[in-house]
T-cell receptor, first 114, second 115 residues
Framework: DGGITQSPKYLFRKEGQNVTLSCEQN?????MYWYRQDPGQGLRLIYY???????QKGDIAEGYSVSREKKESFPLTVTSAQKNPTAFYLCASRMGQGGTYGYTFGSGTRLTVV | AQSVTQLGSHVSVSEGALVLLRCNYSSSVPPYLFWYVQYPNQGLQLLLKYTTGATLVKGINGFEAEFKKSETSFHLTKPSAHMSDAAEYFC?????????????FGTGTKLQVIP
């Protein structure tokens, strides 16, 4: 079955460390997204990519970086510049950019600073 | 700018009772509207969506929602709650923002089902 795979499910980061969250999809979707979820705040967009080798900042991109070298993959790096990285991170994809398409989400990565 | 308001961060219903989760939006242009469900430590799953046409839309697991333009609402309902419906529900709005389809999520409503 097609879907989105996020790994790892749980990740612990030390102060000053960069960590990379993996997101892979086999849905043949063009558009991919990274969201951050904090309790009571809903989902906030970090980065999105509509096509390979292109990506755009979302609402809270500071302290994060991404790449889109393959259609299937959209990894997110949480850098040491992100001062409050503890959160639940969700990767999503859409078939296209049309507003009628809903998202398919991965199962998330919970990042904790130790 | 668009926004989504979900009234009530926590809602409790008895098993077998009506479920009503409220969503109101503000948008200067006609929106596309979505409801998603999230179980603990999992991603979100699409329940249903309104794009055009019939304003009453049916989704998975017996849920439905009605788009009411005059009230700028898209409330989610289910006639009879089941224990397995306990989860967090998110309303989302998509509108065209400078050629990009911007999605705005509400802050979520946690549904508790009491046996």
């Amino acid at each position: 079955d097609g879907g989105i795979t996020q790994s790892p499910k749980y990740l612990f980061r030390k102060e000053g460390q960069n960590v990379t969250l993996s997101c892979e999809q086999n849905l043949n979707h063009d558009a991919m997204y990274w969201y951050r979820q904090d309790p009571g705040q809903g989902l906030r967009l970090i980065y999105y990519s509509q096509i390979v080798n292109d990506f755009q900042k979302g609402d809270i991109a500071e302290g994060y970086s991404v790449s889109r070298e393959k259609k299937e993959s959209f990894p997110l790096t949480v850098t040491s510049a992100q001062k409050n990285p503890t959160a639940f991170y969700l990767c999503a994809s859409r078939m296209g950019q049309g507003g009628t398409y809903g998202y398919t989400f991965g199962s998330g990565t919970r990042l904790t600073v130790v | 700018a668009q926004s989504v308001t979900q009234l009530g961060s926590h809602v409790s219903v008895s098993e077998g009772a009506l479920v009503l989760l409220r969503c109101n939006y503000s948008s200067s242009v006609p929106p596309y509207l979505f409801w998603y469900v999230q179980y603990p430590n999992q991603g979100l799953q699409l329940l249903l969506k309104y794009t055009t046409g019939a304003t009453l839309v049916k989704g998975i697991n017996g849920f439905e929602a009605e788009f009411k333009k005059s009230e700028t609402s898209f409330h989610l309902t289910k006639p009879s709650a089941h224990m397995s419906d306990a989860a967090e529900y998110f309303c989302a709005v998509t509108t065209n923002s400078g050629g990009y389809q911007k999605v705005t999520f509400g802050t979520g409503t946690k549904l508790q089902v009491i046996p």
